[in-house]
């Protein structure tokens, strides 16, 4: 099975969409996220509940759905190396994502995010695993 690291902005995206489209994708890789992400969705659940296209039961379940197919894994498995090395390719473009930018050179698995900025960046740094969320669609 295929695996990915994700950010919160994808879990958010989903969450909020609803889209039985991600049944078949969380079901068909395996995505793993750091536990930063819960602290980013927490701190949008308000937006995250309002935007949202489902009633309070079909959201629940979804998310339900959506989080039973996640990998949430603490920072403690990331190891000094990676650390420092993400800090370094996420200075000047965002240091929050410092935290997803780890995990994907602690796996050694491409990092899917909807942060074009972060994208570029990365890529001008000479970091190459990372994927627009929106370009990994198109391929699925």
Not at 10 to 29: C, D, H, N, V
Not at 132 to 140: A, G
Request: hydrophobic share 45%.
């Amino acid at each position: 099975m295929t695996r990915f690291v994700i950010d919160a902005n994808i879990i958010i995206s989903m969450l909020i969409s609803g889209k039985a489209a991600y049944r078949p994708l969380l079901s068909l890789y395996e995505f793993y996220t750091s536990e930063f992400s819960l602290e980013e969705i927490e701190k949008y659940k308000p937006l995250i509940f309002e935007k949202s296209r489902l009633n309070d039961i079909e959201f629940r379940n979804f998310a339900i759905f959506v989080y039973s197919n996640l990998t949430i894994l603490p920072n403690l498995i990331v190891s000094k190396e990676a650390l420092r090395k993400a800090v370094q390719l996420t200075h000047n473009i965002d240091i929050k994502d410092v935290s997803y930018v780890s995990l994907a050179l602690e796996l050694d698995l491409v990092l899917l995010t909807r942060d074009r900025v972060l994208t570029t960046g990365l890529r001008k740094k000479g970091f190459r695993k990372v994927m627009l969320f929106e370009d990994f669609l198109s391929n699925f």
